[in-house]
């Protein structure tokens, strides 16, 4: 239900976005058709957060993201590796519309999209 959230107040907003059910499918999914900007979820089945979040700086060391995490006592430990790790901006749930498009903003205002590897 989040994803659906997120993914309809990205567009109503007049962004391009490309959704995946989860972060295992969400990397095959980037690697296939790289965008400008990531949002994970730390809590997901199948690849967590963390795991997408090194996933991707694997091969995109400069990739903008946005982790978001909430309903669990471990949210803010998950928020914080995930700065570590170089999110970007953190969102708490539940948070305001607002705030996640504020942190696009932000996010796509710092700079350009990370460049694919070379082959």
Known sequence: MMRDVVTTAL????HIVSAAA????????????PADLVITDMVMPGRDGIETVIALRKDY?????????G??????????LAERLGARRTLAKPFPVSDLLKAV???IA???PAEPPES
């Open 61 to 69: 060391k400069d990739l903008p993201i946005i982790a978001m995490s």
């Open 105 to 107: 903003d932000a996010v």
């Open 22 to 33: 989860n972060g295992a499918d969400g990397v095959k999914q980037f690697r296939y058709e």
């Open 110 to 112: 710092e700079g350009p």
């Open 11 to 14: 567009k109503l907003a007049g």
């Open 71 to 80: 309903l669990s006592s471990h949210s803010p430990t998950y928020l914080e």
